[in-house]
C-alpha cells in the first residue's frame, strides 16, 4: 500500500512539474508590455519605512506624549487596551 501511494505522489509531482514547464523556444515576450523592460518603480523618496508620506511621521516626543495622556484622560487608551487583551 505504501508502494503505490508513493509511486501515485511520484507520479501526480511530474505530471505537476511537466504541466508547469515552459517552452523557451516561443515567444517569450508574450504578454509583456514593452515598457516593463525599463521599469524602474516607484520613487520611495518621499515615504517613511512605514511607507507613510515622510512629511506625516514627524510628531515630536512631547506631541506624542500629548496624544498618550490625552487618549487616557478620554478613555480610547482603555478601551483599545480591552480590544486587544487577548492578543
Known amino acids: ?3 503505490v501511494l508513493l509511486v501515485a505522489g511520484g507520479v501526480l509531482c511530474a505530471c505537476a512539474w511537466h504541466a508547469n514547464a515552459q517552452d523557451t523556444s516561443t515567444n517569450p515576450a508574450a504578454g ?3 515598457s516593463a523592460d525599463t521599469s524602474e518603480g516607484p ?5 517613511s519605512m ?5 512629511g506625516l ?3 515630536s516626543r512631547d506631541e506624542v506624549y500629548q496624544d498618550l495622556l490625552r487618549s487616557q484622560k478620554n478613555g480610547e487608551a482603555a ?3 480591552e480590544l486587544f487583551k487577548g492578543s
Open 79 to 81: 478601551r483599545i487596551q
Open 57 to 59: 511621521s514627524g510628531k
Open 1 to 3: 500500500m505504501r508502494t
Open 50 to 54: 512605514s511607507g507613510a508620506p515622510a
Open 43 to 47: 520613487d520611495l523618496a518621499g515615504k
Open 32 to 34: 509583456m508590455q514593452g
